[in-house]
């Protein structure tokens, strides 16, 4: 049973996620929280699966909720996903910074919000292309960190490739084909990595991975086409 909370100061919002959460027979809704410090005292109750959290909200938003969420060890297990009405937006690389897992658009299609709730729940990044080509675009134009490569130094040459592959927005399947291994074996290099940066999940190794300066920015992948999840 994966086990939702869901934070979003408009009742209205909540009520229609729930609607749709409630008819599914794997997915459970623990409790509701209208803004982040209660969504804070709720996470720390149930730990949830999965955390569905608005970006924008009074007391404290989302993002500084995140934050604090993958802050704390005892939440470790809790995957933070972001709504927002607004799509790609500068809170987005906020949101990723602080430790969410993605985010979803409050217009998704109901079928696609069910099965991202399930793809966060199992610890899958919610990194559509479209959103690892404006990520690469943010730092192709406007780095935000200075490139450091001393946490890497951890890294096997194995790990380095597989996590530069899906810093490009490949999946685990598609690392595999690339670097002629096992889709097994692609994930536990991206899961070692993750462990040896110190990273909640894999949309924060993404950005690790521009941060550090392990993947470079390359302008021609914003004009791939098509959509797909990173998982």
Same mark, same amino acid.
């Given at each position: 049973?994966?086990?939702?909370?869901?934070?979003?100061? =408009?009742?209205?919002?909540?009520?229609?996620?729930?609607? +749709?959460?409630?008819?599914?027979?794997?997915?459970?809704?623990?409790? %509701?929280?209208?803004?982040?410090?209660?969504?804070?005292?709720?996470?720390?109750?149930?730990?949830?699966?999965? #955390?569905?959290?608005?970006? =924008?909200?009074?007391?404290?938003?989302?993002?500084?909720?995140?934050?604090?969420?993958?802050?704390?060890?005892? /939440?470790?297990?809790?995957?933070?996903?972001?709504?927002? &009405? *607004?799509?790609?937006? @500068? *809170?987005?690389?906020?949101?990723?910074?602080?430790?969410?897992?993605?985010? +979803?658009?409050?217009?998704?299609?109901?079928?696609?919000?069910?099965? #991202?709730?399930?793809?966060?729940?199992?610890?899958?990044? +919610?990194? !559509?292309?479209?959103?690892?080509?404006?990520?690469?675009?943010? *730092?192709?134009?406007?780095?935000?960190?200075?490139?450091?490569?001393?946490?890497? %130094?951890?890294?096997? /040459?194995? @790990?380095? @490739?597989?996590?530069?592959?899906?810093?490009?927005?490949?999946? &685990?399947? @598609?690392?595999?084909?690339?670097?002629?291994? /096992?889709?097994?074996? !692609?994930?536990?290099?991206? &899961?070692?990595?993750? !462990?040896?940066?110190?990273?909640?999940?894999? !949309? =924060? +190794?993404?950005?690790?991975? *521009?941060?550090?300066?392990?993947?470079?920015?390359?302008?021609?992948?914003?004009? #791939?086409?098509?959509?797909?999840?990173?998982?």
């Amino acid at each position: 049973m994966i086990r939702v909370l869901l934070v979003d100061d =408009q009742p209205l919002i909540r009520s229609g996620f729930r609607a +749709l959460l409630d008819l599914e027979d794997d997915i459970e809704v623990v409790a %509701e929280a209208a803004d982040g410090q209660e969504c804070l005292a709720l996470v720390a109750q149930h730990l949830p699966d999965v #955390a569905l959290i608005d970006i =924008q909200m009074p007391v404290m938003d989302g993002i500084e909720a995140t934050r604090r969420i993958a802050a704390d060890p005892a /939440s470790a297990g809790v995957h933070v996903v972001m709504l927002t &009405n *607004y799509g790609m937006d @500068e *809170y987005v690389f906020d949101a990723l910074r602080a430790g969410a897992a993605g985010f +979803l658009v409050k217009d998704i299609l109901p079928e696609d919000f069910l099965h #991202a709730v399930r793809v966060a729940a199992r610890g899958d990044a +919610l990194l !559509a292309p479209a959103i690892t080509r404006k990520l690469i675009d943010r *730092y192709v134009t406007q780095p935000p960190f200075t490139r450091t490569g001393g946490a890497l %130094e951890e890294l096997t /040459s194995r @790990e380095r @490739e597989a996590v530069a592959l899906a810093a490009q927005g490949l999946s &685990n399947d @598609e690392i595999a084909d690339r670097m002629v291994i /096992s889709p097994a074996t !692609a994930k536990t290099h991206i &899961n070692r990595a993750m !462990a040896k940066l110190h990273t909640r999940d894999r !949309a =924060q +190794l993404v950005v690790r991975a *521009y941060e550090t300066g392990l993947a470079v920015p390359r302008p021609t992948f914003a004009d #791939a086409s098509g959509e797909r999840e990173t998982g």
